[in-house]
């Protein structure tokens, strides 16, 4: 197992639109483990491995409060979303210590393969429906400032950019 390094908004390679699994194999499960760990460090509710600079179709979530129902998407599709809309306050490993409100469909539907490469369907709605449409969201790389206004968005890149600065200045 090992914690792999998160990219940090405005990384440019965050916005690299990542290629499908082509298959489950030993490699990708130790991706997942490893996707699962540093989610799990780090106290995200949601990874997607574009994150992590690997560029394939895979997401890991577990918005469990125990932290112990790892759910794994490889090569997600949606199928179907509601009509109706909620608005919710996200946040993302990313873009850490900024939280902002997206308006993302209410409820989802989404077919994908699991870890063993069984495909099922996901139907979600509330917090898990925003965090698999987050998600996605990276495969095709789109962060979720992207949904903010430029004034906004530009005050975080700013923001992100300095911490950086102080960070390896330290
Ligand atoms: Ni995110």
């Known amino acids: 197992m090992a914690l792999l390094p998160i990219l ?3 990384d440019s390679r965050l916005h690299t639109v990542a290629k499908p699994v082509r298959q489950v194999d030993a490699r990708i ?16 509710i949601g990874l997607a491995a574009t994150q992590v600079d690997v560029h394939e179709r895979v997401i890991v979530i577990d918005e469990s409060e125990e932290r112990n129902k790892p759910l794994v998407l490889i090569n997600p599709e949606l199928t179907w979303s509601s009509p109706d809309l909620q608005v919710s306050d996200e946040g993302c490993l990313s873009v850490p210590g900024i939280y902002d409100e997206v308006e993302r469909a209410a409820a989802v539907k989404v077919s994908a393969l699991d870890a063993e490469g069984h495909s099922r369907v996901i139907e979600a709605e509330g917090i898990l429906a925003v965090c698999i449409q987050h998600e996605m969201d990276h ?7 992207e949904y903010l206004s430029p004034l906004k968005r530009n005050r975080i890149k700013t923001k992100m950019l300095k911490t950086r600065r102080d960070t390896e200045r330290a």
């Open 8 to 10: 940090y908004y405005p």
């Open 29 to 44: 499960r130790q991706l997942i483990v490893d996707m699962l760990e540093t989610m799990y460090e780090a106290s995200g």
């Open 139 to 145: 495969l095709l790389g789109k962060v979720f400032v």
